[in-house]
């Protein structure tokens, strides 16, 4: 049994973690703002962790052998978090995403179209941190998702108070109404009323992961050891046009395309530049992955049942 502490874990994937951990007989302390209580036997903390102060007073002696941060979106969280938890923790591990390796967000090294892009791609260690940037404006923060997230890993990686991992998360679906993105809603809904779906002449694939598989490999993470960043991503990469297809066949209506010219929006999942990750190091450190093909069906039809209940 470890002491292991989550921030967040208040929905989805998050949720999902709180739930295996306690399964696997760990003691498990939540950290949020209270919006959503977390299941019994969970002791809670509620906190805002932006404020620094009050989060040292929450944990007051408590200690865990690892910490699971489901929300760090910039440096100054991250730094935060770094000196509020060194000493209380041997282990964090930070969620992070498949986005921080956009080439549409940063300068970075070009990957070969159909190449796996690798962890060493985006090296947190040598990332520039700026924690002058507004990075407490919502619509700042949104535009700059990926750069806040990359600039987090190199804070954390930097802070020395603790072993540090980030899992870099592909594109996370599954759950039904719990996919609160909405982007394979996006398609469940469009195919079925037959409206347009707007894609890229030349849509290059990317990668996802089901939201149950991803809390399965956190849990996992949580109890390895090992550090630095780490991909994760189901096996086989599709483009838009295969995830509509998948959605299609479900629904048994044809998708319907308009075709939009490089550096235009389309549809979610549809990419004019190449960054699908390799999930390789993951794998070659025991982790297991599954098929996207083989539970991608199965989270179409929660879609589909999703909008049929809302509807109803």
């Known amino acids: ?86 000493g209380r923790t041997r282990r964090y591990v930070m969620t992070s995403t498949i986005e921080v390796y956009d080439p549409a967000t940063a300068a970075l090294p070009t990957v070969p179209a159909g190449t796996p892009v690798p962890e060493q791609n985006v090296d947190p260690a040598g990332w520039p941190v700026a924690m002058d940037l507004p990075w407490q404006d919502t619509a700042y923060l949104e535009a700059h998702y990926a750069e806040g997230k ?10 020395g108070g603790f072993a540090f991992a980030a899992v870099r998360s592909a594109h996370v679906l599954g759950g039904g109404a719990q996919e609160f993105t909405g982007r394979l809603a996006h398609y469940t809904e469009h195919i079925r009323r037959g409206e347009e779906i707007a894609v890229h002449a030349k849509a290059l694939p990317t990668v996802f992961i089901h939201h149950e598989e991803l809390a399965d490999l956190l849990l996992w993470a949580a109890g390895a050891d090992f550090s630095g960043p780490l991909n994760a991503c189901s096996d086989g990469p599709l483009d838009v046009r295969a995830l509509a297809a998948t ?40 982790f297991a992955f599954s098929r996207t093909l083989d539970w991608l069906p199965g989270a179409v039809a929660e879609a589909l049942a999703a909008s049929a209940a809302t509807a109803a």
């Open 150 to 159: 990359r600039q987090a890993e190199a804070v954390f990686t930097r802070a």
């Open 1 to 86: 049994m470890k002491r292991i502490c989550v921030i967040g874990g208040s929905r989805y994937f998050g949720k999902l973690l709180v739930e295996r951990l306690l399964g696997a007989g760990h003691q498990v302390t939540v950290i949020n703002r209270g919006s959503t209580p977390p299941p019994a036997g969970v002791e809670h903390l509620v906190v805002d962790r932006d404020d620094e102060a009050a989060l040292v007073t929450a944990l007051g002696v408590r200690t865990f052998d690892v910490v699971v941060d489901q929300v760090c979106y910039t440096p100054v969280q991250a730094a935060i978090a770094a000196r509020a938890f060194a």
């Open 247 to 286: 959605v299609a066949a479900e629904i048994g209506r044809e998708p319907v395309y308009r075709v939009v010219a490089a550096g235009e929006t389309a549809s979610p999942f549809s990419f004019d530049r190449h960054y699908a990750m390799s999930n390789t190091r993951a794998r070659e450190l025991g």
